[in-house]
């Protein structure tokens, strides 16, 4: 295994998406996918040649061998994954639309393996080794101690001097009520160096309604830069450095919006850790965002580094 780069601490789903579109309950024929935004991320980071390790714990059965599988298979470090047969892997539903608009999801994942992950959990060598630790706020709203897991590696990865990025990521039915979400991801959101909100996330988050009013909100906390995303208009960026819009790239037909967030955070990571100037990671970010939602999976959209490299990105 190459050294770490980038390590993130999620949960895997199988994904089974609709072949044809039509109420889930009306169709009868699924691709199977993998899913989990932590996850699209590291896959996302792998393909442009970043070493990544990928902590969480899988079932034994088969979905969890087929996720293992294909993260393996991404060159990801897996080596922190544990398989016991005694849990359930996570898995969920998702269908198909022809308008651009979001699909249905149905979740599978109450109780599941990876959310009986815990702080002993953290190889503190292993993950502190890595340049930089990506969070998000789905991990930390599976369970208590998912949330306890999420402050425990972003203190040590603080504390060695590694670099931070948190994606909100909003999943409010996971959490108790809407004020319990909002303090418990903008307590994350304050151990983090990159924030990366959606436009409507930072409103509910910040109760700021411009992306520079969300921008300042997490600034004035401690972060360093902080990306608005802002779907189809591009994003909104902002550092001690420069602050300023990157329009969205053209798109030929929507064909599902899942997945968008995570490849943006992709482009804006990887382009910040190869020391490449802001503007020019938020318009990485932009370019894959764009390629995501262009395809049926999660993942289909996500460049290799030969890819990259021939957009000049």
Sequence with gaps: ?????????????????????????????????????ETNVAIGLARLGLGVGWVSRLGAESMG?????????????????????????????????????????????????????????????????????????????????????????????????????????????????TEVMREAINALAAKADWVLPGLEEGRLLTGADTPEGIAAFYRDRGAQVVVVKLGPAGAYFSSAEASGHVPGFPVA???????????????????????????????????IGARAVQVLGDTEGLPTQAELQAAAL
């Design 1 to 37: 295994m190459k050294p770490l780069d980038v390590v993130t601490f999620g949960e895997a789903m199988q994904m089974f998406v609709a072949a044809e579109p039509g109420p889930l309950e009306d169709v009868t024929s699924f691709h199977k996918r993998t899913a989990g935004a």
């Design 65 to 177: 061998r087929y996720l293992l599988k294909a993260m393996q298979a991404e060159g990801i470090d897996c080596s922190h994954v544990v398989c016991d047969a005694a849990q359930r892997t996570g898995f969920l539903f998702k269908g198909r639309v022809t308008d651009g608009s979001d699909p249905p999801v149905e979740y599978h994942r109450k109780g599941s393996a990876a959310s009986q992950i815990v702080p002993a959990d953290i190889d503190v060598p292993w993950v502190t080794g890595a340049r930089h630790l990506h969070a998000t706020g789905v991990f930390a709203a599976l369970s208590a101690n998912c949330l306890a897991t999420a402050h425990e590696a972003m203190r040590l990865m603080r504390e060695a001097g590694r670099s931070i990025s948190f994606d909100p990521n909003l999943r409010p039915t996971l959490w108790a009520s």
């Design 253 to 287: 037909q929507v064909v599902d919006t899942v997945g968008a967030g995570d490849g943006f955070a992709v482009g804006v990571i990887s382009a910040l850790l190869e020391g490449r100037p802001l503007l020019h990671a938020v318009r990485r970010g932009a370019w």
